[in-house]
């Protein structure tokens, strides 16, 4: 049981929260797809086009959100512009109230985008925690390698070879662990952790070394079974563009060096095309608000220039198989954001908006208030009565006159107000002033 729980950091199966469970359904679907398709470059590709059509429905939604965010932000920065400058708890509250009315009026939740994206984002980190870990989910890699890790344990020196592997460091907390025995399944996994990350260069060495000449065979053998599952159209996917590119002007292979170039090429033109294919938010109409649209817009903009810059690094130094994923990703997502678009651009936003409202009339929840938000939004629409600049000073005086009168009426027939207590006292002095007489 203990073993179980000190598992290895990159092969096991994760065991994070969350994370894990869903990491452990994808790998059975991954161990299905290579069981069927014995090749990891065209195992990836499935994989990820399958995962990528099941999260379509989550897909569509959060776009859907962005185009209906898109409508409504203006009458959503109407209502802050309204209540600017009140910080009292009435006020925030009606901001607050008038704002959910929007939202409703146009079938959205303020947490739907988050939602759906919190329901992706465990989903993602388990597929980049599959496809970067295979030997932990697909059973058939993992038997090639303890072919030869059992007798590799075995050997005291090996321990030291591997120490020498450019990625020992990653995991050289593992080899300090104390559950790093000689024998144990946690040593068998840190041994195929670090080996799994190793380059064609590094194989080399562990088949060639004195001091492991007794497994070289089993080592040699293990590592042509991996070179022909890790195969793609000539590349070893195991293996980065940067170090398949150093290792082919060595050998003069300039074919090589282009396939291995278009791993990170692919990465990043397909991540622009998905940059260029979402859509973009609405602008404000305020003019107050210029400066902030314009900083945000420029922050997006260089956020969209850098991501396909990243791609195309991470893809040059990351192992192919890594670089096959994302290019596959980008290039399922869009033609899914292609799909969704038109599916998007037809929908009648006017129409929507209608039947919306009249859920608002009729349902018995806060109906007054939303009645009340909304007659009140068309009498703002209706233009204000002007009067005319002609009047004599006269008339002025006169309309003014009549103004006066009408409030005092209003007042005075107002028994809390002060004018119907000034009057009283009035009727009260008058009638005793003219008892004396």
């Not at 409504?72 to 209502?79: D, F, L, S, T, V």
């Not at 329901?119 to 993602?124: A, G, R, S, T, Y």
């Not at 600049?389 to 006066?404: F, G, N, P, Y």
Request: net charge positive; aromatic share 8%.
């Amino acid at each position: 049981m203990e073993e179980m729980i000190l598992t290895a950091i990159f092969l096991t199966q994760s065991t994070t929260f969350i994370i894990g469970p869903i990491a452990k359904i994808l790998g059975m679907l991954m161990n299905l797809i290579f069981s069927l398709v014995p090749n990891i470059g065209l195992a990836i590709i499935i994989f990820t086009i399958i995962i990528y059509l099941c999260m379509m429905p989550l897909t569509v939604k959060q776009q859907k959100f962005s185009k209906l965010s898109a409508k409504m932000n203006p009458e959503i920065q109407a209502i802050q512009k309204k209540y600017k400058n009140k910080k009292d708890q009435d006020s925030m509250q009606r901001m607050q109230e008038e704002t959910q009315v929007v939202y409703r009026k146009y079938g959205v939740s303020p947490t739907g985008s988050c939602v759906q994206l919190a329901i992706q984002m465990p989903i993602l980190f388990s597929l980049y925690r599959v496809i970067n870990n295979i030997p932990a989910y697909v059973e058939k890699i993992k038997a090639v390698y303890l072919t030869f890790v059992g007798k590799m344990i075995e050997i005291p020196e090996s321990i030291e070879v591997l120490k020498t592997f450019k990625n020992y460091g990653m995991i050289k907390k593992q080899f300090e662990n104390d559950s790093f025995v000689a024998g144990s399944n946690y040593m068998k996994d840190t041994f195929i952790d670090l080996l799994n990350k190793a380059s064609s260069e590094e194989w080399q060495t562990l088949i060639d070394h004195p001091a492991l000449a007794s497994i070289s065979d089993s080592v040699s053998s293990a590592y042509e079974k991996l070179t022909h599952f890790n195969n793609f159209l000539g590349l070893n996917i195991g293996d980065s563009p940067i170090f398949i590119i150093q290792e082919a002007f060595k050998n003069g292979n300039y074919l090589l060096i282009i396939g291995a170039a278009l791993i990170p090429i692919l990465a990043g033109l397909t991540q622009f095309l998905n940059v260029k294919l979402m859509p973009q938010a609405g602008q404000s109409t305020d003019s107050s608000d210029n400066k902030t649209m314009e900083s945000m817009q420029s922050s997006m903009k260089m956020m969209n220039t850098m991501m396909p810059l990243m791609s195309v690094f991470f893809c040059f130094t990351f192992p192919t198989g890594m670089g096959i994923y994302w290019v596959a990703g980008s290039v399922v997502r869009s033609i899914q954001q292609i799909v969704i678009n038109k599916h998007i651009d037809k929908m009648d936003i006017d129409a929507l908006v209608k039947k919306n409202v009249e859920k608002m009339k009729t349902s018995p929840q806060k109906q007054s208030f939303t009645q009340k938000l909304l007659s009140g939004a068309q009498q703002q629409e209706q233009p204000m009565p002007k009067y005319s600049s002609k009047l004599s000073q006269a008339e002025k005086e006169e309309l003014v006159q009549k103004a006066k009168e009408k409030s005092a009426e209003k007042s005075a027939g107002n028994p809390g107000s002060i004018a119907s207590k000034a009057n009283m006292v009035k009727q009260y002095n008058e009638k005793n002033s003219s008892s004396k007489k």
